[in-house]
DNA sequence: TTAATAAATTAGGCATGACTAAAACGCGCA
DNA sequence: TGCGCGTTTTAGTCATGCCTAATTTATTAA
C-alpha cells in the first residue's frame, strides 16, 4: 500500500481546505463536498486517507484542518496556480477568465524546480492577475495591505521594491534595465506628472541617480513597502 | 459508462503505441508492456479499451495500429512533449537532459490553446533541443532533411524560413526587429565571413534588403528551405 | 429531558487500471 | 502433421476514489 503517494485527488481536497480556513470557515464534508463536486460520504472517505498520510487532522463529526505539512502542500499547490495563472496572462497573452481552467491542471505538475524557474523567469511577481498574493518558493505570502504603488509615494519617502502588478516581457526588461530589482531599496527625489505620463525619479542604495518615466499605468504596476 | 473520457493511461499507451510504429516495429502487447513497466495482460485490457474507442485496430493474438484519430492524439502528445521540453530550455534555461520527466508530465495538460499560444510565444519552433522535430498544430512534422542551415545558401538561392533552432528570447527579438517570421521567402543577396562573425545579405518578396550580421552560432540556428 | 432535524459516517457497489496465475494460441521445426 | 515453447489472452484480485442508501451523531427547540 503506497500511501506516501500523492495524487491529484488527494491534492483537490487539501486546495480546497486551505481554502475554507482561510475564508475562516468551518472544514466541514458538506463544505468541502460542495467545492469539489462530490458527496459528503466521499469526503469522510478521503478525511481518513488525508489523515493517515498526516496531512491533516481530523475528528469525526467535528470537521478537519490543516496540519503542517498538509498546509505547506497546500501553499505549494496555490503558489504553482497562481505562477502558472500569471504566466499565462502575461507572457502568452490569455485573458484572465480564460486560465483558471487551465491552471487546475498546471498546479498538479511535480516539479520544484521548474516553478522555482518559472518564478525566476517571470521577475519573482509577487501577485497574480486577478490581484492575489503568489506565495514565494518557501510558503511566504506577500500583504498587499501594506504595499503601496509607486505613483503613491511622496518626496523623501524611502521604500523597497516589493512586487510587481503584471509583469510583461517588456516591462520586466524596462525595470532590468533601470537595475530595478526586487528588494531594491531607493528613496524618492521628485514625483511630478507631465501629459499623460509620471515621472519618479530616486535614489538607490549607493546614491545613483535613477528615473522612471511611464504611463500612469505602468508606474501603477510597481509596488514597494515603506520602510 | 463514459467511454469517450481520455486519460493519462490511455494517452501514455497511444503514445507508446506511436513510437514503436515510428521505429517500424511490431506492436505487440510485450513490446507495449516493456515500454510502459506494465505487464502484457495489462496491455491485452487497455487494447480493448482503446479498440473499443476506436483509437487502434486490434486484433487479438496479432497486434494493434493505430487508426487516423488514434495516430492524431498521439501526434499532439508528441508536439506537446517536444513544445514543453523546446520551453524549459530554451526559456528557462534547463538543460538538455533535465526536461524529459517533466514534460512527460505537461504533455498531459489538456488545452490546444495553451499549446498553440506557447508554439506562437516561441517562434514556431521546427525542432526541440534533441533535434527532434516539432509537429505543428495540424500534426504536420518538419523533415530536416529537406532544409538547410542559412549560413549554407548562397548568392542568388531563393529559399523561405522554416524554423529555428534553439529559440532564445534575445534570438527571436532579434529576428522579429528584423522582420524576419516563419515562411518568409527571400533571396540571398551576399554572404561573407568577417571576424568570426557571418553576415547576410537578402532581399525579401517586398525587395526590401535586409542583412544579418551574427555570429556563426547564431546563423546556423536558422533553417530554411530551398525554392 | 426528549424529540426532531440536519450533518456525518458506515456499508455496499461500481469503474479504472494495475496485478498474478492459468489456459489458449501460433509458429517453427522435426 | 504434430510437438513444444514463447506469447497472448482470460479469469479472478486489489487499490483508489467515486456513488447511493441506511444508520448514527450532534444540536436545537419544545
Chains 1, 2 share one sequence.
Not at 57 to 67: C, D, F, K, N, V
Not at 128 to 156: E, F, S, T, W, Y
Not at 181 to 198: A, K
Request: glycine share 8%; aromatic share 8%; hydrophobic share 40%.
Amino acid at each position: 500500500m503506497k500511501l506516501s503517494e500523492k495524487s491529484r485527488s488527494r491534492q483537490d481536497y487539501l486546495k480546497a481546505i486551505l481554502s475554507l480556513e482561510l475564508n475562516g470557515a468551518k472544514v466541514s464534508t458538506t463544505s468541502i463536498s460542495e467545492k469539489l463536486k462530490t458527496k459528503p460520504a466521499s469526503v469522510t472517505g478521503m478525511f481518513k486517507v488525508l489523515s493517515d498520510l498526516g496531512l491533516i487532522e481530523y475528528i469525526p463529526y467535528r470537521g478537519a484542518e490543516l496540519t503542517k505539512p498538509g498546509r505547506t502542500e497546500a501553499i505549494s499547490l496555490m503558489r504553482k496556480h497562481r505562477l502558472w495563472e500569471t504566466f499565462m496572462v502575461e507572457n502568452l497573452g490569455f485573458k484572465w477568465d480564460e486560465v483558471h481552467e487551465i491552471a487546475e491542471q498546471l498546479e498538479h505538475i511535480e516539479s520544484k524546480e521548474l516553478i522555482d524557474k518559472l518564478d525566476a523567469y517571470m521577475g519573482y511577481p509577487s501577485f497574480d492577475p486577478h490581484g492575489d498574493p503568489i506565495p514565494d518558493a518557501d510558503g511566504n505570502l506577500c500583504d498587499r495591505r501594506k504595499l503601496v504603488q509607486v505613483n503613491m509615494l511622496k518626496q523623501g519617502d524611502t521604500a523597497s521594491v516589493q512586487g510587481v502588478l503584471g509583469s510583461s516581457d517588456t516591462f520586466l526588461r524596462h525595470l532590468g534595465d533601470l537595475g530595478i530589482r526586487l528588494g531594491l531599496v531607493f528613496t524618492v527625489m521628485r514625483v511630478f506628472e507631465f501629459d499623460g505620463s509620471i515621472q519618479v525619479e530616486f535614489e538607490d542604495e549607493d546614491w545613483n541617480m535613477k528615473e522612471m518615466t511611464w504611463s500612469k499605468k505602468l508606474v501603477e504596476q510597481l509596488l514597494a513597502e515603506l520602510k
